[in-house]
């Protein structure tokens, strides 16, 4: 499985991501988007509230946030939580944020860029 990892930014804000060749699809580390959706300086522990809520309520979205190593602020691979756009866009609608709209426009474009780069590599 071809992976490719990069750093995109949001307003600049990092959002750790990778890119799955077998899947053809980003996934994105979620303890980012909620550090950028909810300002808070405490993602880790508003993702794991958000994270029991959700499971509380029988959403199904908790069960299918899966995991994957990315390079943490010291440098070392941790294991961290992440999801695709489409679970994103559902993660999304369960953090209050003014910055919820521009963040789904934001993930679109980076869809986009992928596409245009595998249709035309040259092109990059």
């Known amino acids: ?3 490719e990892t990069a750093i ?3 307003e600049q804000k990092q959002v750790r991501s990778v890119w799955n060749d077998e899947e053809e699809k980003w996934y994105f580390s979620v303890v980012d988007v909620i550090e950028v959706l909810s300002e808070t300086d405490r993602p880790r522990k508003y993702w794991s509230d958000l994270k029991a809520k959700l499971k509380k309520e029988g959403s199904e979205l908790s069960e299918k946030i899966g995991q994957l190593k990315m390079a943490a602020e010291d440098g070392k691979m941790r294991v961290t939580d992440v999801a695709d756009t489409q ?3 559902r993660l999304i609608q369960s953090v209050p ?3 919820a709209e521009p963040f789904k426009l934001w993930l679109a474009q980076v869809g986009n860029e992928r596409i245009d ?3 035309d590599p040259v092109k990059r």
């Open 117 to 119: 780069e595998i249709e």
């Open 97 to 99: 944020s003014p910055k």
């Open 8 to 10: 995109k930014l949001f």
């Open 87 to 89: 679970q994103l866009f």
């Open 1 to 3: 499985m071809s992976k």
